[in-house]
């Protein structure tokens, strides 16, 4: 069945440093999404790609969909302690249901 | 608007008893799935279901585990005779069109 990892699995970063995840799912994908997790909280939707090769930003945000639309990864600039959570990226095959990467747990040191 | 609710937020269960675990989707959304997590792990999902219809219960185990979306009411997980390996959130989200997912606060359950 459908695949999707993602790395790294955690990530600890001063603030004002740069960070990346990154997503490969195992089958070409017709969307993939991102949701960011507080902890002790619920996934939020951030964004959702659809066309091969897309770009979008949300801010200090970066996501991009890979050409072949098998991979996926969110770039943050600047890191802030509010950027605090795990990152997750879900992609689809089939339109039906999402299938989630385990995640990457991005902690901010002040 | 109301954003999706889930309840309870906190169910402890004996092994053997049954966990029911509602959510009602926000207004307007008729697409709701159900994902179970585990400490330190990502989502998996579990079944996709529509207005009185189970779209897809692939993530599901065949036994033990049920969901159901009727006409009216929440959606309902049900877990019938749970077991230690059963403790995790279970959230559900719902979305208008099976783009985005709005995600409820979830129900963590423990198995004692």
């Known amino acids: 069945g459908q695949q999707v990892m993602q790395i790294p699995q955690y990530q600890h970063v001063q603030e004002g440093e740069d960070f990346t995840t990154y997503c490969n799912s195992s089958?070409?994908?017709?969307?993939i999404q991102w949701y960011k997790q507080r902890p002790g909280g619920h996934p939020v939707f951030l964004i959702q790609l659809v066309k091969s090769g897309e770009v979008k930003k949300q801010k200090r945000l970066t996501f991009q969909f890979g050409e072949a639309k098998k991979n996926s990864s969110l770039h943050i600039t600047a890191t802030q302690t509010t950027d605090v959570g795990t990152y997750f990226c879900?992609?689809?095959?089939?339109?039906?249901?999402?299938?989630f990467g385990a995640g990457t747990i991005l902690r901010v040191k002040s | 608007n109301a954003g999706v609710m889930q309840n309870p937020r906190h169910l402890v269960r004996r092994r053997g008893q049954e966990a029911r675990l509602r959510c009602s989707p926000m207004k307007g959304h008729s697409h709701v799935y159900w994902y179970r997590q585990l400490p330190e792990e990502g989502l998996k999902f579990m079944v996709y279901?529509?207005?009185?219809?189970?779209?897809?219960e692939s993530g599901m185990p065949k036994e033990r585990f049920s969901a159901e979306f009727p006409k009216e009411g929440p959606s309902i997980l049900r877990i019938q005779q749970v077991v230690r390996g059963d403790s995790a959130a279970y959230f559900c989200a719902s979305s208008p069109s099976r783009v985005e997912q709005y995600f409820g606060p979830g129900t963590r359950l423990t198995v004692t």
């Open positions: 089958t070409t994908l017709s969307n």
């Open positions: 879900a992609g689809s095959d089939d339109g039906n249901k999402l299938v």
């Open positions: 279901l529509q207005k009185e219809n189970i779209i897809d």
